[in-house]
């Protein structure tokens, strides 16, 4: 059996090392924190969304990065393994709408403890307020780790590297991993805030801060080519736009983005096809015929919204409604099918739940996650170049590849 060191005790340094440690190696943890999974206590807004209840398929379908990679670890990791994992040590869950599996209790600490339960029952060793600053490589061959204080040297058979990525670097993510990966030879792909808010040019967003649309239709633009379309729940803020359909868009326009503004489409009312909203406002109006415009919008429109409506739609606000033209009808339903805003950036790294780049997957074995450069070498979770949209799918990447790294350890 061998002697195993993993920096990092997130989600996949935890799951890497009890694979590991079930498997009979004496096992090291190292985490420069107070404690381990300081980022998956604030995950789910301290809830804690630890995976999602769906099949394999369902959750490579969700993977916007290198899905094709995780294809070996997801099938031998399942979400319904971790589930199983979770309530074997105390923790009981439960899945809520989209297949987001949570603790019953609600409560981010409840999946730590369960976790460290399983480590003590294992015998894994965990150090914590230990921040490794380098990788002992001799050879092509890692022979363990360098730590910060002393330079004390600690050697090893193997090296787990799962130190996260560069969102919340509060929580301990500073990038660490990637300079580790560089200096075993590893490219390290462009690294992007992901799952983050957007920066909006118009200053109309101020006058909507903190006003929440649900079931609305989010779409991005490049010109004409369109770069993402989905429903969800949006939030105005005063710098731009977020929510969780944002934050999905986030993923896949982030690298276009960085070189040029793009155009967010919201479709207020996504249910109703152009010719319904327009008789639907026809309804309305036949009620309120003698009021002005600006009075006549309360069913159709939250009250914050109807201000940047009206000045989207070109009626003058003081206007009847029984003088509004079937041509200013149709403006008032464009203004609603295609509100747009101009995006023009994305926030930084500290308000992004996760990191778009990382270590490049071709240059690790996908069923493994050893190095292909490096023997005796692994990464796992957010420091490889993988990344999903919300919904419990990005943490499934760290049980999952984190699992595959603990067990594929030789003996």
């Known amino acids: 059996m061998g002697k195993v060191l993993i920096v990092g005790g997130g989600a996949a340094g935890m799951a890497a090392a009890i694979a590991a ?87 981010s600490s409840d999946v730590i403890a369960a976790l460290s339960r399983q480590m003590r029952n294992l015998g894994v060793n965990v150090h914590l307020f230990s921040e490794v600053k380098g990788l002992t490589v001799e050879d092509q061959v890692c022979r363990g780790l360098v730590l910060a204080k002393g330079d004390e040297k600690v050697s090893g058979d193997s090296v787990i590297i799962a130190t996260g990525g560069m969102s919340y670097g509060s929580t301990g993510s500073t990038g660490d991993g990637y300079m580790f990966a560089g200096q075993a030879g590893h490219k ?6 992901a799952l983050v808010p957007f920066n909006v040019k118009e200053n109309t967003v101020k006058e909507l801060q ?37 934050l999905s868009a986030s993923s896949f326009v982030s690298k276009v983005l960085k070189k040029k503004t793009l155009t ?49 739609s070109g009626i003058p606000q003081e206007k009847k409604i029984n003088e509004i033209t079937r041509g200013e009808r149709q403006q ?57 949209v919300t919904g419990g799918y990005n943490l499934q990447i760290a049980w999952s590849t984190g699992w595959a790294a603990g067990s594929h350890i030789p003996v």
């Open 21 to 107: 440690a079930g498997c009979g190696h004496q096992v090291h943890i190292y985490e420069k924190n107070e404690k381990l999974g300081k980022k998956l206590y604030i995950t789910g807004k301290g809830r804690c969304n630890v995976t999602n209840d769906c099949d394999v398929e369902g959750l490579l379908g969700h993977v916007v990065t290198n899905s094709r990679f995780l294809y070996s670890s997801f099938y031998g990791f399942t979400s319904q393994d971790m589930k199983e994992l979770l309530e074997r040590n105390g923790c009981p869950l439960k899945t809520e709408r989209g297949g987001r599996v949570f603790p019953v209790s609600d409560k």
């Open 188 to 193: 390290v792909t462009q690294l992007l805030p």
């Open 210 to 246: 903190g006003l929440s649309l649900r079931n609305v239709e989010a779409a991005v633009f490049d010109g004409k080519k369109e770069l993402f379309r989905e429903f969800g729940e949006l939030l105005f803020t005063h710098f731009g736009v977020s929510g969780p359909v944002i």
């Open 264 to 312: 967010l489409s919201i479709d207020l009312k996504p249910a109703l096809d152009r010719e319904q909203l327009d008789a639907r406002i026809r309804r309305d109006f036949q009620e309120e015929t003698n009021k002005q415009f600006k009075n006549a919008l309360g069913r159709l429109y939250p009250s914050k919204l109807i201000p940047v409506i009206i000045e989207k």
């Open 332 to 388: 008032l339903v464009e203004a609603t099918k295609n509100f747009t805003l101009t995006l023009t950036g994305l926030r930084d790294f500290k308000e992004a739940v996760i990191t778009q780049g990382g270590v490049a997957v071709k240059e690790v074995q996908p069923g493994t996650m050893e190095s292909k450069l490096v023997k005796n070498l692994y990464f796992a979770g957010e420091v490889l170049d993988l990344d999903a």
